[in-house]
């Protein structure tokens, strides 16, 4: 469970294991994020994978065994979380990642990633975002050092389409990759 003691405002959050008592603190994060993509990106008023509203996305993916999930937590609240796969031939997969709205642009989103590739050294990182999320897109290229490697329709409807991609990005997810080695720069 998240304590409370620790990361303060203006400091690097402290980052822990996601544990199964903070799925339902970090869903009402996870919800936020993802509901202010939806408005800011497609002028809806909610929207997000399955599960990201009602702790089924955490504790299916965050809790899975073969994952790594941690939380970023500031002034005793969970304020992000990332979701990583790592794999044996090192080409780890990151499954999710995400900011509270309130701190985004804070360098928290950058720190969850540079903690798990200090953790987990990698030949390779992919990870898939929606074609609509160009913030997203910023970040992974900015802050990260990922590029975009291609796109392909999104065949689970996540974002409220039939999966079908249409050409201004719903029903697109971007795929971008990254070589091993570490992010070092500004935050996000």
């Not at 998240?2 to 303060?8: A, L, S």
């Not at 500031?74 to 090192?90: N, S, T």
């Not at 804070?106 to 720190?111: F, N, S, V």
Request: aromatic residues 10%; hydrophobic residues 35%.
């Amino acid at each position: 469970m998240v304590d409370p003691g620790e990361g303060t405002a203006g400091s690097a959050p402290r980052i822990v294991p996601l544990q199964a008592g903070d799925v339902d603190a970090l869903t009402a994060v996870m919800t936020r994020a993802f509901d202010d993509d939806a408005r800011r990106h497609l002028g809806a008023p909610k929207g997000g994978p399955p599960g990201y509203d009602n702790g089924e996305f955490l504790r299916g993916y965050g809790l899975d065994p073969q994952a790594r999930a941690f939380v970023a937590v500031l002034e005793g609240r969970p304020v992000g979380a990332i979701i990583v796969f790592p794999r044996e031939d090192g080409h780890h997969v990151l499954g999710g990642l995400f900011t509270d709205p309130a701190v985004q642009r804070r360098g928290i989103g950058a720190a969850l990633f540079r903690f798990v590739e200090d953790r987990f050294p990698a030949r390779s990182w992919t990870l898939e975002t929606p074609a609509f999320a160009t913030s997203n897109h910023r970040f992974y290229e900015e802050k990260c050092g990922f590029r975009k490697a291609g796109e392909r329709a999104d065949p689970s409807g996540a974002d409220g389409t039939d999966g079908v991609g249409e050409p201004d990005g719903v029903g697109m997810m971007f795929v971008f990759e990254k070589a091993g080695g570490t992010t070092r720069g500004g935050g996000a």
